[in-house]
């Protein structure tokens, strides 16, 4: 099972970053897939939630409205469209089925 993140980067206050999960090795257009961050010394916080078709998804209140879950299953990728970034977003985001992880991608907001 892999699971690469790519897309984050430094980006400034207001801006926008897509990032992007490539899976393999399990069956993606069946699995419920998760964003999840991880700020240094702090505990990871769930993101967002996307089940297997996208008709259903959830987002943590401090992002909802500015972020966008989405999947591809015949790419079997998963997305997350970052909006009108702020500074408390700045976190390694994994992309995970719950049982697998990725490395995660640094996402730093900042002036």
């Known amino acids: 099972v892999q699971l690469v993140e790519s897309g984050g980067g430094l980006v400034q206050p207001g801006g926008s970053l897509r990032l992007s999960c490539a899976a393999s090795?399990?069956?993606?257009?069946?699995?419920?897939m998760f964003w999840v961050r991880k700020v240094p010394g702090k505990g990871f916080e769930w993101v967002s939630i996307?089940?297997?078709?996208?008709?259903?998804?959830l987002y943590v209140d401090s992002v909802e409205g500015r972020f966008t879950i989405s999947r591809d299953n015949a790419k079997n990728t998963l997305y997350l469209q970052m909006n009108s970034l702020k500074p408390e977003d700045s976190a390694l985001y994994y992309c995970?089925?719950?049982?697998?992880w990725g490395q995660g991608t640094q996402v730093t907001v900042s002036s």
């Open positions: 995970t089925n719950w049982l697998n």
């Open positions: 090795g399990f069956t993606f257009s069946r699995s419920w």
């Open positions: 996307i089940n297997v078709d996208g008709s259903s998804i």
